[in-house]
């Protein structure tokens, strides 16, 4: 057994009679201390959950793998995501489209069908991303990443039309027109980028146009948008030319990350840095919303289909028990200026730069390729077991919520970040171990809860706490992982709460707890009414 985790197992009486206070009446703030002011009678209204509308993977054809699918299962249970965006639905590796020795399309469903089947059988959708080119159809040989997606403009629009309007009457004629309504299309991804698009601006117009018109001529009631450009570009662009144009748009699409340099990196060899910026990522929300509000069609959804703190697969603020409290700040700051937004990815069975086999190596996603959860999975787990009634709360880095049986959930947390600066990259930086320093007490105040007897849960997330990356340290960084070893870093990391007592609220008492508060913690609070 780790010698860190017998510490910890010596240490946990201590530690969970000093974190976990008893009921007791409102004592003044203390030095240092945050307060959380609530009052449970005072609601703000329904909880919105755009955070779990959609989650993102790296390709289509990674989710016809067993690993991936047993994944993505998991997430959805634990965090509730309904939609699902990916890569590659028509690249040459889901064997799309070909044309016959005359030219004529051959269109082929079968590998779409499997996992669209299986997105049915979770109880989730999809988000369909209408890309990259099949080689058929493809107007050039460039292609990124390395399983070759083809970023050419197609050789024949009629016949990329053709091939829109085929799979959407597939679509219709398997799952039915009422599933398929509730489904989006976004046309390409980041076609503002060489990398990701041959073409120019006009030419991604195009394509946009027929595509949108295909969908539409199957049935008008599909949604259907984009332009799923990089760093929040060409929005008044595209609204202006649908405006003009008389071309159908339900919704914009765009993408943030929350860092500088590396730009579409895969490998993240030129090494990226974490803005310092506070409004990173979320101010680019804020403004999308402000164009949308102030253009010609103000009532346009608006979904972020890509964000996280870093656009590389390659960047260990991924692996880190910072990412967990970076993504409440954002998804907190944003509020309700977007629909969705869709953290890029869920799982490190992702292959952009090729098969990554090395554990813990700045992985996009949530959980490990060897389904270790990483702290920012518990972030999206915690936001979902929060109650569908918001209370008001004017502290700015936390949600109070509480469900229609009384039973109350807070969700608090501190993000500091503590990056050096832009002489250092974020390889360098977040792959160290990084202890937290002490950001006083969090008081948490909650007054006119009903009376009777509670079961409190504690869950936390933060420096050595369910953090698996600094358990993957404390083994010495190996190169690969036994099963023995993953089934340790999973048991140190399972997230099973820091405490558990019984608390009795007396009638006009008001609930009371503090918390030690340390940088980029993340604390969960469960109080069920028993």
Known sequence: ?????????????????????????????????????????????????MFNTCVGAGRANEGLRADWQQQLAYVRKEC???????????TDDMAVYTEDNKGNPVYNYMYIDALVDFLQSIGMKPFIELGFMPSALASGPKTIFWWRGNVTPPKSYE?????????????????GADEVKSWYFEVWNEPNLDGFWAGTQDDYFKLYTYSAKAIKHVNPAYRVGGPGTAGAAWEPEMIAYCEKNKVPIDFISTHAYGV????????????????????????????????????????????????????????PIHDSYHEAAYVLQKLK???????????????????????????FHGGFGMLTIQGINKPVFYAYQFMNRLGNIELKNTDATSWVCRDSIGNIQVLAWDFTNTHPGDSVHNQKYYIQDLPSKSKGKLQIHIANVPAGTYALEVYKVGYRSNDAYSTYLSLGKPAQLTRQQ??????????????????????????????????????FLNLVRL
């Open 1 to 49: 057994m780790n010698k860190h985790f017998i510490l910890l197992m010596v240490l946990f009486p201590v530690i969970s009679g000093t974190v976990v206070a008893r009921q007791a009446k409102r004592s003044e703030p203390t030095v240092q201390a945050r307060v959380i002011d609530i009052d449970f009678n005072k609601t703000a209204g329904k909880f919105n959950t």
């Open 80 to 90: 509730g995501f309904r939609y699902i965006r990916m890569h590659g639905l028509l």
């Open 159 to 175: 016949k990329w039309g053709a091939l829109v309007q085929h799979l959407t009457e597939h679509f219709t004629e398997r799952y």
């Open 260 to 315: 500088k340099q590396g730009y579409l990196d895969e490998f993240g060899h030129s090494g990226t840095v974490l803005d310092k910026n506070p409004m990173s990522v979320s101010g680019d929300v804020l403004q999308s919303r402000k164009e949308i509000a102030g253009s010609a069609m103000p009532g346009l959804e608006l979904h972020y289909t890509e964000w996280s703190a870093s656009y590389t697969p390659s960047d």
């Open 333 to 359: 700051q944003v509020g309700n200026a977007a629909n969705s937004m869709s953290y890029w990815v869920f799982t490190d069975i992702f292959e952009e730069p090729g098969p990554r086999f090395t554990p």
């Open 486 to 523: 993953v089934e340790q870093i999973k048991s140190q990391n399972d997230g099973t709460p820091v405490s558990k007592e019984m608390i009795k609220v007396e009638e006009g008492v008001p609930f009371a707890k503090e918390l030690a508060l340390r940088e980029n913690d993340v604390y």
